[in-house]
């Protein structure tokens, strides 16, 4: 399963970065933007499954934060929004340089206040 991959790409990042303080951790947020194909119901379940699997982490928490797809026009020389997987600036130009929008990443990690 896709989502599950990621979830534990996830845990492999924090863990990389944070060790055995990786338990303390009450949050993280993660953003992924509209075109990096992840669905946001769907990694919480893996995140859900993932969780109860794993003893030290369950009392963890995730938020998940979907960014909208900008794109970059060259004539105006802006960003604009993409609706509806339309690339086309509102000045009429079609570009496909995506400014936002595939990105995933961890955007947030919040530990448990030291007792
Ligand atoms: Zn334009």
């Given at each position: 399963?896709?989502?599950?991959?990621?979830?534990?790409?996830?845990?492999?990042?924090?863990?990389?970065?944070?060790?055995?303080?990786?338990?303390?951790?009450?949050?993280?947020?993660?953003?992924?933007?509209?075109?990096?194909?992840?669905?946001?119901?769907?990694?919480?379940?893996?995140?859900?499954?993932?969780?109860?699997?794993?003893?030290?982490?369950?009392?963890?928490e995730l938020e998940v934060v979907?960014?909208?797809?900008?794109?970059?026009?060259?004539?105006?020389?802006?960003?604009?929004?993409?609706?509806?997987?339309?690339?086309?600036?509102?000045?009429?130009?079609?570009?496909?340089?995506?400014?936002?929008?595939?990105?995933?990443?961890?955007?947030?990690?919040?530990?448990?206040?030291?007792?």
């Amino acid at each position: 399963m896709h989502e599950l991959s990621i979830v534990k790409d996830i845990f492999d990042t924090l863990e990389g970065h944070y060790g055995a303080r990786v338990e303390d951790v009450q949050q993280i947020q993660v953003t992924a933007g509209l075109l990096s194909n992840v669905q946001p119901v769907l990694i919480q379940n893996a995140f859900d499954a993932f969780i109860a699997e794993n003893r030290g982490y369950a009392e963890m928490e995730l938020e998940v934060v979907v960014n909208d797809i900008v794109a970059y026009c060259d004539v105006c020389q802006q960003n604009f929004p993409v609706h509806y997987h339309r690339f086309v600036c509102p000045c009429g130009r079609s570009s496909s340089t995506i400014v936002q929008g595939n990105e995933l990443y961890i955007s947030k990690v919040i530990f448990k206040q030291e007792k």
